[in-house]
């Protein structure tokens, strides 16, 4: 009868601890997405995280095994938000119809927007630099990126070989990428005209590669 009690009287604790347990991982990752936004990926340490958390670094460890763990975890929660933004505005589905200036602007400001609401993303996901391990848990979205950019191109540019869409879409998140910085570091007024810096700049690449005439073409196989 007594373990018959424990059992029914400890049923209950266990979701509790699984709920404390989830609400203290997701302050470790708030915590680490404004460490690593304020003093890049390489200066942080997991004490810092720790002390930006309000906990020891004990039991910061007791969720992640160093800081490379909680930049993946980072990464995986990144990615799940992008996804939802991708599927927002970057399908030609939901474009339908407009032109190249609208489909920047639709592309362009959520992008800038959710950098500016996550410190933290673009010190995983705009270095070239970053750790093997790292690497491993971003490159899957970025190439999703890449794809659904390259698609869009490819809408405005239908007699364009392949790789010539592969690379006006590598550059043209290149110009974002290199941008994002100063734009999310800047203020006010300074941050609008960055951001119209940008835009101009995409639209103006884009713009030519529409009006030159490929000098190759072959046909395009559909993407897997």
Known sequence: MASQNAVTEGTPA????????????????HAAAAVFGEQGYDATTTNSIAKRAGISPGSLYQFFKNKDDIARALAEHYATQLTAL????FTIENLDGAGLEDTV?????????????????????????MP?????????????????????????MPDRALDDIARIATVSIQLV????????EADGPERDALTAE???AVISYLS?????????????????
């Open 198 to 200: 940008l835009r101009t």
């Open 208 to 224: 030519q590669q529409v009006a030159r005439v490929p000098q190759h073409t072959r046909p395009r196989a559909a993407r897997a």
């Open 177 to 184: 990428r290199g941008m994002t910085p100063l734009i999310t």
């Open 14 to 29: 266990r979701p509790r601890r699984q709920a404390r347990g989830q609400q203290r991982i997701e302050e470790i990752l």
């Open 132 to 156: 093997a391990g790292l690497r491993d848990a971003v490159t899957p979205i970025q190439v999703t990126i890449h794809h659904r950019v390259a698609d869009l191109i490819a809408h405005f």
């Open 86 to 89: 991708r599927a927002g505005v």
């Open 105 to 129: 602007d639709a592309v362009l400001g959520p992008l800038v927007a959710f950098n500016l609401a996550h410190p933290g993303f673009k010190a995983l996901f705009a270095r070239t630099d």
